[in-house]
């Protein structure tokens, strides 16, 4: 398997292990073993354990972290939409 495919394989494995993450809106992006994050999480904390969760992964020798922290309203909103959807 190519190492950039394998290292992004288990950059995501990291990602989804680990609970203080909600990795379904990151991205994992790799050329030549550069691992680059990237999307929206809900908070800084999450931005923060995603990172040390992708800094988890065997191999992986430089991280880029562009994953941004939603802004609190379309935080308000999510939280509305989900509220209505569960009533």
């Known amino acids: 398997m190519n190492?950039?495919?394998?290292l992004r394989?288990?950059?995501?494995?990291q990602l989804n292990w680990d609970p203080a993450v909600n990795a379904c809106d990151i991205d994992v992006r790799?050329?030549?073993g550069v691992v680059t994050l990237l999307g929206k999480v809900a908070?800084?904390?999450?931005r923060v354990a995603a990172e040390c969760a992708a800094r988890r992964?065997?191999?992986l020798t430089t991280l880029l972290n562009g994953l941004t922290v939603r802004p609190l309203?379309?935080?308000?909103?999510?939280a509305a939409a989900s509220s209505v959807h569960s009533a």
């Open 73 to 78: 309203r379309e935080r308000a909103l999510d």
């Open 57 to 59: 992964t065997e191999g």
């Open 3 to 6: 190492p950039d495919i394998q």
């Open 43 to 46: 908070d800084e904390a999450q």
């Open 30 to 32: 790799v050329k030549d």
């Open 9 to 13: 394989h288990d950059v995501f494995a």
